[in-house]
């Protein structure tokens, strides 16, 4: 018997609202560079805000920021891209890439978009920063933080590294640099992510771009309120889901609009609430 999928929008936790819902133990000692004193203490108030960060240092340059991190070590930094002397991108270059820290670069020109892919960036906020898009950042961070944190409990001989791979997202779209170059996607046109060895597929209609990452770090980047991981191989944008068919032993077929077919399996089965079943 077909389960017919909610005919409204599945009801997820407002990305606004992301708050410590994934706890790393501790305040996330965070940094602010920019060359600006009013976009600094914008950035600022915006941030204590959270009741997981704290604010361990400001910067008003490039230079100044490389000499906080290396001597604060906070987890997570907001650098500016066009700072003088050493602009953000300047930034990361002079840094241990082994004790990087999460980077978040903020800037009002989109266009050095592009070059994030040569650097450790997690994210990309336009200013004027608004107040969701930042938590949305926040969020993304927390579980990169989380991750590098269980990395170092494991094994606390080897300083964690997590490679940030060719795929950033910003606003509505992902710019994925795959062949030689960079191809900007509407979040809204992935029907799907797919594991594929050491590469993920982003299926885009009969289309789909290959790209050297894990899903465990494609996951951090897609908005967790629009994709949804319900297999160790896949992820699904849920606007996209047409109907769930329950299987054997807990487990759904996952029926897209255009009749892919996917698996929600039984260690998933808890996302099954967040499609309103």
Not at 30 to 50: P, Y
Not at 75 to 104: C, I, R, Y
Not at 148 to 173: C, D, F, M
């Amino acid at each position: 018997m077909n389960v017919a999928a909610p005919s409204r929008r599945p009801t997820f936790a407002d990305p606004t609202s992301f708050g410590p819902s994934l706890p790393i133990g501790r305040k996330i000692r965070t940094l602010v560079a920019d060359d600006q004193l009013l976009e600094r203490e914008v950035m600022s108030r915006l941030l204590k805000g959270e009741p997981d960060v704290e604010i361990v240092g400001t910067s008003a340059n490039g230079l100044e920021a490389v000499e906080a991190i290396k001597r604060l070590k906070p987890d997570l930094a907001f650098l500016d891209v066009q700072m003088p002397g050493l602009d953000g991108f300047g930034v990361v270059s002079n840094l241990d890439p082994v004790h990087m820290p999460v980077v978040v670069f903020v800037t009002a020109n989109e266009e050095f978009a592009r070059k994030a892919f040569d650097v450790q960036a997690l994210d990309y906020l336009i200013k004027p920063c608004q107040r969701d898009r930042l938590k949305l950042a926040l969020h993304r961070a927390r579980l990169l933080i989380q991750f590098k944190q269980s990395n170092e409990e494991q094994s606390s001989k080897t300083a964690a590294r997590v490679e940030l791979k060719p795929v950033i997202l910003y606003g509505e779209r992902v710019a994925v640099k795959t062949d030689g170059k960079i191809v900007f996607l509407r979040l809204s046109d992935i029907g799907w992510v797919e594991a594929a060895d050491n590469y993920v597929k982003l299926h885009v209609g009969e289309t789909s771009h290959l790209l050297r990452d894990t899903m465990a770090s494609i996951e951090m980047r897609l908005p967790a309120d629009r994709f949804l991981r319900i297999s160790r191989s896949a992820i699904v944008n849920v606007d996209h889901i047409r109907e769930l068919q329950p299987l054997f032993h807990g487990e759904y077929a996952v029926v897209l609009q255009d009749d892919t077919r996917l698996t929600l399996t039984r260690n998933h089965r808890d996302k099954l609430h967040q499609l309103g079943v």
